[in-house]
């Protein structure tokens, strides 16, 4: 940190997938930036999240030459499985859309962003809190952030809001300027890492005693999530509590015992769809978490974050190469139109496959004649998995 710089084209505030993914585009067209992440390097390369990439998310990957320990070893699944009341039906991605998607999990893709940005030396500074952007309306903002015990200023053409939900940018926006948009779940899920040999293929189970999801790590870790109430305390669970819940949600008549083995980590994730409309304040442009949520099912967080950084990175290549603010005009426009469609699946995803205790009786009735449908028509089959392959980019454009 002896000698951070005082000024940059593009200061991306956050290093999770959005700032990362984005100060590589920026670099690719010769755009300088620089990174500052509140936490961490050790937290932020362990951090578990999820691990589904929409085949255009691994393009895009590919394409900035980040892809190579990912095309090692992540899993390629041409198809998933929706699991209602013991009965399987797979739902061919491949054949269905010519495409599939690879379960890599986040923060190995995490690691290796953060590695190849280093080898190339560019400057991405860990432990660094930003605290405030000041001018944002004016041509050159400046982030106020903390480093090696004391206070430094960053001053950018453009600031980029990749620091989550909980971040400093969106806040930053004045009230008045912002409007989000949002709906809570009224039950959360309990996410467990395990030891166990897992089932090869990801499973949405959907049970009268809640949803539960069984996903992958490698042959030997599994990773599987089960509906609770959304005040659980995760701790409160007793493994065998939750192996026995899971075993029964997941369970198929005659099939095969769901494997067990250590929990190596228990996580609560609520579950909140949130847009914040529109994504961009004078100088300041939000991407990724810092702009939306997503509930987990479907796992489009992280592809939505890399949908984000593809639009605003085309954006900033004309503004820097050409003085066009064109792109830069549209780029909330464009990515939250892409955004909606996303938002809409994930929660389509979500309230067919959660039972809720109460629920009224018309709206249980709907999601099981939904349900009923999806299971007999392809057609319906075909409208899932385009969405959960990913959606193309140039719906964004
Ligand atoms: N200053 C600097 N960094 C900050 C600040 C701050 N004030 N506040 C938060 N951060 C950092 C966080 O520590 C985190 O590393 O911003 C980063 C935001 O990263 P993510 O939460 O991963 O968000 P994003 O890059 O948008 O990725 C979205 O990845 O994390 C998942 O669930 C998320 O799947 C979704 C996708
Ligand atoms: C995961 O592997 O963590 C995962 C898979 C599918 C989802 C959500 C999370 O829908």
Do not use: K
């Given at each position: 940190m002896h000698h951070a710089p005082k000024r940059t084209q593009v200061g991306i505030i956050g290093a999770g997938p959005a700032g990362l993914v984005l100060s590589h585009l920026l670099a690719r067209h010769g755009i300088d930036s620089v990174v500052l992440e509140a936490r961490a390097r050790a937290y932020v390369e362990n951090r578990i999240r999820a691990g589904v990439l929409?085949?255009?998310t691994v393009d895009l990957l590919r394409a900035l030459g980040l892809a190579g320990r990912l095309e090692r070893i992540a899993e390629d699944h041409p198809g998933v499985v929706l699991r209602i009341g013991g009965a399987d039906t797979v739902i061919d991605l491949?054949?269905?859309?010519?495409?599939?998607?690879?379960?890599y999990s986040q923060h190995l893709l995490v690691q290796d962003l953060i590695a190849a940005r280093l080898a190339a030396g560019a400057p991405l500074y860990f432990d660094a809190p930003a605290y405030a952007?000041?001018?944002?309306?004016?041509?050159?903002p400046v982030i106020r952030y903390r480093a090696a015990g004391e206070d430094r200023t960053l001053?950018?053409?453009?600031?980029?809001?990749c620091d989550g939900f909980h971040g400093i940018s969106r806040a930053a926006i004045p009230a008045t300027a912002l409007r989000v948009i949002e709906q809570t779940y009224p039950f959360a899920w309990l996410g467990i890492l395990a030891e166990a040999p897992p089932a090869p293929d990801i499973v949405y189970a959907r049970h009268a005693e809640g949803f539960a999801l069984a996903s992958r790590r490698s042959d030997?870790?599994?990773?599987?999530?089960?509906?609770c109430p959304p005040d659980t305390d995760p701790a409160s669970w007793e493994d065998a509590?939750?192996?026995?819940?899971?075993?029964?949600?997941?369970a198929v008549p005659g099939g095969p015992a769901l494997a067990r083995g250590p929990i190596l980590q228990k996580t609560l994730t609520p579950l909140r769809s949130a847009?914040?409309?529109?994504?961009?304040?004078?100088?300041?442009?939000l991407l990724g978490d810092a702009a939306h949520i997503v509930p987990p099912t479907g796992a489009k967080g992280l592809n939505l974050a890399v949908a984000d950084v593809a639009v605003l990175g085309a954006a900033l290549a004309d503004f820097f190469a050409a003085g066009s603010t064109g792109g830069l005009d549209a780029y909330s426009d464009r990515a939250l139109a892409r955004i909606w469609r996303v938002q809409r699946f994930s929660w389509w995803m979500t309230t067919m496959l959660h039972p809720v205790p109460g629920r009224d009786g018309f709206t249980e009735?709907?999601?099981?004649?939904?349900l009923a449908q999806l299971l007999e028509s392809e057609a319906s089959q075909r409208a899932l998995a385009e969405n959960y392959v990913g959606l193309p980019l140039q719906a964004a454009l």
């Open positions: 929409e085949q255009t491949r054949a269905l859309t010519g495409r599939s998607v690879s379960v952007i000041d001018g944002l309306n004016e041509a050159q001053a950018c053409d453009i600031v980029a809001g030997q870790v599994g990773r599987l999530y089960l509906q509590r939750i192996w026995d819940a899971l075993s029964a949600r997941l847009v914040a409309e529109p994504m961009r304040h004078g100088r300041l442009f009735r709907l999601h099981a004649a939904e």
